[in-house]
C-alpha cells in the first residue's frame, strides 16, 4: 500500500492454547493513521491476535514493532495504546469526567489540566454537559462514547478497538460507526478494530485482513476483496455468491452441466467452481435477443422485495436443478413477479464477473 516503513509490523505470530492453535504465522504491515478491520468468524484468532498486540497475552513466537520500537515483551503499560471493549467497562461509581480521566496520571497533569482534556474530549465525543453523569444515566450509544474518549484521553499512538459497537441495537451501531470513522479520520489515529460484521469492516476500513482457523487469507482493501476474493472463504465471508460447479474445456470457456461458458481468458486446466456475485448477474426480458455470450434462459423460481431491490432465485435452463441469485431494481423485480407474467426472463452471466476457484 505504501513504500514508507510501517507504523505497526507484525511477523510470523504464532499462539497455540494447549492443542488448539489460536494464531498461525500472522504477519501484518499496518501504516500510520490506518483503519485496518480484523474480520472472520468466532474463533478464527481475531481477539487473540488484539489481545498479544496489547500486551494483555504473549505470543509463543513472532515479533511485534510499533513506531520502530519492538514492543513484543512489553508490559500493557508501556505500550502506547488506548483499548475500547464491547462491553464498555466504565465504572459505575465514578462520573463521566472521572472515568475519561481516570487514564491521566495526576502526577503528570495538574488538576486543571485533567480538566480541561476531559472537557476536550467530552467535545470531541459530543458529550459535552454530561460531566457529572454517571454511567447508569447515559444509553448504550452514550456510554461507548464515554469509554471511547477515555482510551483517546491519553493521546495514544495506537487504537485498539474489539467489538466495540457489537452491544449495541443496528440504528446506534450504524451511527456510531459513521462518527468512529470521521473521528479516526480527523485525528489520524492508527487503529486496529476487531469485527465479525462484514458490513462493518467494508463500511469504516481502509484495509481488512480476513481470518480463519488462526490464518491471514487475505489482506486488501474492501473492494478488492468484494470483487477479487483470495479464496472460497473470503467470497462467503464478504457479501453473497453464487457458486456453479464447472468442468473446463479446451479454450477460454468451462460447461456448467450442460451450459458453456466464455470466461473471457484460459479456463483452469481441472475441475473447479465459478463464483459470481448475484449484482453481477444481469437479467433481461425472455424478448431481449440472446446473442450476447453467456446469455440464456432461466425460470423465475421466486423473488423476495428487499426495499431497494428485489432478490431473485434463477433456475438457468440446461443447468439442470441449479439455481442462481440475482438482483434486480424494485420496478424490473415488478414486472418480472407480476402475477400474469410468464415468470422466465433471460440471463447473462459477464465473463468479467466469473472468478474460478478449485
Not at 504473549?58 to 515483551?73: C, L, P, Y
Not at 440504528?171 to 465479525?196: F, Y
Not at 478488492?224 to 464478504?238: E, T
Request: net charge neutral.
Amino acid at each position: 500500500m505504501s513504500s514508507k516503513p510501517a507504523f505497526l509490523t507484525i511477523q510470523g505470530l504464532h499462539k497455540q492454547f494447549g492443542s488448539f492453535t489460536a494464531l498461525d504465522q500472522v504477519s501484518l504491515d499496518i501504516q500510520a493513521g490506518e483503519l485496518v478491520c480484523l474480520l472472520g468468524p468466532s474463533g478464527c484468532g481475531k481477539t487473540t491476535l488484539l489481545r498479544c498486540i496489547a500486551g494483555l497475552q504473549q505470543a509463543d513466537q513472532g515479533v511485534i514493532v510499533m513506531a520502530g520500537r519492538d514492543i513484543t515483551h512489553l508490559p500493557p503499560q508501556q505500550r502506547d495504546y488506548g483499548i475500547l471493549f464491547q462491553s464498555y467497562a466504565l465504572f459505575p461509581n465514578l462520573t463521566v469526567a472521572q472515568n475519561i480521566g481516570y487514564g491521566l496520571s495526576p502526577r503528570k497533569n495538574l488538576a486543571s489540566q485533567v480538566r480541561q482534556r476531559v472537557s476536550e474530549m467530552l467535545d470531541l465525543v459530543g458529550l459535552s454537559g454530561s460531566e457529572n453523569k454517571y454511567p447508569a444515566q447515559l444509553s448504550g450509544g452514550q456510554q461507548q462514547r464515554v469509554a471511547l474518549a477515555r482510551a483517546l484521553a491519553p493521546s495514544p499512538s495506537l487504537l485498539l478497538l474489539d467489538e466495540p459497537m457489537s452491544a449495541l441495537d443496528a440504528q446506534v451501531r450504524e451511527r456510531l460507526r459513521i462518527e468512529l470513522r470521521a473521528l479516526q479520520k480527523q485525528l489520524s489515529i492508527t487503529t486496529l478494530m476487531v469485527t465479525h460484521d462484514q458490513e462493518e469492516a467494508m463500511v469504516m476500513a481502509d484495509r481488512i485482513a480476513v481470518m480463519d482457523k488462526g490464518r491471514l487469507v487475505q489482506f486488501d482493501r474492501p473492494q478488492a476483496l468484494y470483487r477479487a476474493p483470495a479464496d472460497p472463504f473470503v467470497a462467503g465471508f464478504i457479501g453473497e455468491a453464487n457458486w456453479l460447479p464447472f468442468t473446463p474445456l479446451h479454450d477460454c470457456s468451462v460447461l456448467v452441466e450442460r451450459v458453456r461458458l466464455d470466461l473471457g481468458h484460459e479456463a483452469p486446466n481441472s475441475a473447479g467452481r465459478l463464483f459470481i456475485r448475484p449484482e453481477n448477474i444481469r437479467v433481461l426480458d425472455t424478448n431481449n435477443p440472446a446473442n450476447n455470450t453467456n446469455t440464456f434462459l432461466a425460470d423465475i423460481v421466486d423473488g423476495v422485495f428487499l426495499g431497494r431491490h428485489y432478490k431473485l432465485t434463477l433456475r438457468p435452463e440446461g443447468m439442470d436443478g441449479l439455481t442462481v441469485q440475482a438482483i434486480v431494481n424494485p420496478e424490473q423485480g415488478d414486472r418480472l413477479l407480476d402475477p400474469l407474467a410468464a415468470r422466465r426472463c433471460r440471463i447473462q452471466l459477464p465473463s468479467e464477473a466469473l472468478h474460478a476457484h478449485h
